[in-house]
């Protein structure tokens, strides 16, 4: 591969140009994500696949805090999964967003319920969550999410 001058300084205009993005995101943009986070929230919630298949982007990568990480068709199976447990409560605590260009990072503390429907048995989380957005047209996808316990 060759490149030329012409090819570098337009590739060092638009590194200059994507540098100077962070500083027009809007507050538009801050009240989408944080729209969209507390969706995903009610989606998951309430295991609706319709509403989590539409926020999610194509190249979804989900990483749960066992460490296995799904794609968005695994991601959207084992969230409408309803046979084994179903989810009492979720609570995204103490979200902070941050709006970077076209992407925007999300970290919270995800403190939850389910039950398991085989027993009764209650089962607690407490995670450390950080989500990956990004803007795709005028919309916001969960690009990635990873997991830690707490």
């Known amino acids: 591969m060759t490149i030329n001058r012409r090819d570098l300084a337009f590739t060092a205009a638009a590194l200059a140009t994507l540098s100077a993005v962070p500083a027009l995101a809007s507050s538009s943009d801050d009240e989408a994500v944080a729209k969209n986070v507390e969706a995903f929230r009610q989606g998951q919630l309430t295991a609706d ?17 066992s460490g296995k990480v799904e794609d968005k068709q695994a991601f959207l199976a084992g969230a409408t999964d309803t046979s084994k447990t179903k ?13 970077v260009g076209p992407a925007a990072i999300v970290r919270f503390n995800w403190v939850g319920e389910q039950e398991s429907l085989a027993d009764g048995k209650k089962i607690p989380t407490n995670l450390h969550i950080l989500m990956n957005w990004q803007k795709q047209g005028s919309d916001w996808k969960l690009l990635s999410r990873s997991a830690t316990k707490l």
């Open 87 to 99: 989810f009492l409560s979720i609570e995204y605590r103490d979200p902070k967003i941050k709006v």
């Open 49 to 65: 696949g319709k509403a989590l298949a539409a926020l999610c982007a194509d190249d979804l990568s989900y990483s749960h805090s």
